[in-house]
């Protein structure tokens, strides 16, 4: 072994949570205090940037704690991100090869990617790349996204987070609703394509005696124009200010999103539909059926990037996630994405463990089928249960001028 | 004078606020406390209420400090709203005589209506005729309204905690704004229907250091679909992630809301338009125009209920004002809605005043045209020093199981 310590850099991919910079602090912290370590480099937009060797010597931007605390209660992406999909090796080896040559211009022996199941394709197909090719860099994945729907673990870093900003508005805005003495539906349009855990988890207000939501849809439940107008028109029956939570992607009985029509048909950079609309479609058929008050809510980017509502929980164990990462390149390990282990409920612990990148990779786990109601419209007490440990504790955001500030990389 | 105390009876009217409670607290605080009263009666939904003898007695919900300290905190109206202008009593006296019934029955000498420049115009009507008709029921009005149009007062009650959700909720979206490295633009839309302040005030960013927004439009500046592509197309030359703050009122040249063509033309109860889709429009707008990544966010609701982002300055006034009323009705005052003087900026001082209620009935205080830039688009400098008092103090919210707690009327 030379003497020249190895460095190793970290990097940030797909949609935004509060928690991913948790896990970036985790991650430069414990390298830190592993002392193994000569640069700890951040990669700019993700595996882009390791292709186009911009990096950042993280400490530059990390000179103390307060920086550290700063970067941990900073939403989004700090060294930005990128959805960018590794071709197949056998395929097109040109970007395996910038790879590998930017990590040696740069001698990075580990390289550790904070994202969701498309990033974590990119852990599994580098990591093969450099097994096959007797290359000795270590790639370790850190899972992230709001959805909730990486498989292996029993819940992702930043869905925590998420589900609090979700349940404490919808608290607040139950409180709104209830002003007027008149007849009102309100829907809340929840972000999830597929996986409908962040909507599901609203459910979680009956833990405080709240009856709203009313009704919550998932993509993993039936969902048809006709069944919604009879849930809505019994549901009023008993509730003068109807709450009803609705993910982005409830799909009719066809199988397609049910507020295509809505749609421009858009897609982003992955080939996923570009979903917004089912809350404006359902208000709109609120409206036309029960001519009655009716407003819709999207509760859009807000839900991933309210860092000052982040679930203290979540932040902790998204840190302490990057750290074992790290420890874990460090004991040989490679091609493997981190995952938590739920060890019991009460009292809530967890142990963190690890999978095969191709157990998260391009999966995505659903919301149980056995936690929906019979009809499907709402979300049984088993699941709170579940959804309760991971939204508690609050956190203090620093503030300047009465405003938030957020850390930012030099 | 009887031996018999009086009662007072206090009521919430038109949207709701984060502060709209505070004041109520302030009433119930200040009257229990002066030890003048029999019974603090809150009437449920505004002035239907009173017609309809729909009291509470605050006593039997706000026993202790702890019960004080929750209702402060809660966001929207404790007591329900209503949206109900008093017919001119020349025309119709019906509704009058219903109101006097009302407070005779329940011995009610003072009665307390928090609400925005259509509630003033019900404390107007009321107290003139009781003054015409010889009727000893003080009346005083307390403002509130998150769109700080009233008349005759240096701020609103509930604007500053509604700019600091906007201002901290912006740069949250800031954050996720530039993730990607590629172009981008975001278009956020903020309530306001003809008056701007909530909308101007994220220019506060800038306090911080922040160039967000790039562009801001008010109701009260210039607007074309022209103007605004031109706008665009000159800050994307300077800044990558665009972020545009537009109130829901703006307006074209030839005095329609811009972006109309998408309204439904739905009316409120005052025949107000309702508003919903600026931010869509422009959406659609720069999708067309510059084919970039685009996204437009609306507000909602969460900008007038998110108690857990209030600003503490806002809700210390909001129940010292909501005292003063009582102080003033008190001394023999009526027919006035309480103000706010600002006496100095450095340090931020106010005290309390009163005007009469006819200053603020019906009129809307518009955002200056000398803090707009030439080209009304931005907002100059000057206007920081006026909103960044407003928003100072952070508050901490009462949660259970990881979620808000709020204040219910038993």
Chains 1, 2 share one sequence.
């Not at 549901?235 to 049910?258: M, P």
């Not at 058929?285 to 029960?290: G, M, R």
């Not at 009292?347 to 690890?354: A, D, E, K, L």
Request: charged fraction near 25%; include cysteine; proline fraction near 3%.
């Amino acid at each position: 072994m030379s003497d020249v310590k190895m460095n190793i850099a970290v990097a940030q991919s797909g949609g935004p949570t509060c928690a991913i910079n948790a896990s970036l602090a985790g991650v430069y912290k414990c390298a830190v205090d592993s002392g193994k370590f000569n640069k700890i480099y951040g990669a700019l937009n993700g595996i882009t940037g390791v292709m186009e060797c911009r990096y950042v010597d993280l400490s530059d931007s990390i000179k103390n704690d307060d920086d550290l605390e700063l970067l941990i209660h900073t939403p989004s992406t700090a060294l930005g991100s990128c959805r960018y999909k590794l071709p197949d090796a056998h395929e097109n080896r040109s970007d395996y090869e910038k790879i590998i040559e930017s990590f040696r211009k740069f001698n990075i022996g580990m390289f550790f990617y904070i994202g969701g199941n498309d990033s974590m394709d990119t852990v599994m197909k580098l990591s093969h790349y450099f097994t096959e090719h007797n290359i000795d860099i270590k790639v370790i994945g850190i899972p992230k996204t709001i959805d909730n729907d990486l498989c292996g673990t029993d819940h992702s870093p930043g869905f925590g987070s998420a589900a609090k900003y979700v349940l404490s508005t919808i608290q607040e805005i139950v409180r709104d609703s209830r002003v007027y003495g008149v007849d009102s539906v309100t829907v809340i349009e929840v972000m999830g394509r597929h996986a409908g855990w962040l909507t599901a988890s609203s459910c979680c207000l009956r833990a405080n005696g709240e009856s709203a939501p009313h009704l919550i849809y998932l993509p993993e439940g039936r969902f048809s124009r006709e069944k919604f107008i009879e849930d809505v028109k019994k549901v009023r029956k008993e509730h003068k200010a109807v709450i009803v939570a609705v993910s982005e992607g409830v799909c009719t009985d066809d199988g397609n999103f049910a507020a295509e029509a809505y749609q421009s048909g858009k897609l982003d950079a992955f080939g996923h539909k570009y979903l917004s609309g089912i809350g404006k479609y359902l208000e709109n058929l609120v409206s036309e059926v029960f001519k009655c008050k009716v407003r819709s809510i999207e509760l859009n980017v807000m839900q991933r990037c309210s860092a000052h509502l982040a679930s203290a929980t979540d932040l902790e164990e998204s840190e302490k996630i990057g750290a074992a990462a790290v420890d874990a390149a460090i004991s040989g390990k490679t091609g493997c994405v981190m995952t938590y282990v739920r060890e019991s409920n009460e009292p809530y612990t967890i142990s963190i463990g690890s999978e095969d990148a191709s157990s998260a990779a391009n999966h995505e786990k659903h919301f149980p089928k056995e936690w929906l109601n019979s009809d499907e419209n709402d979300i049984l007490p088993e699941a709170i249960e579940y959804f309760l440990p991971l939204i508690q504790g609050e956190v203090h955001t620093k503030m300047k001028n009465g405003m938030p500030v957020h850390f930012a990389i030099k």
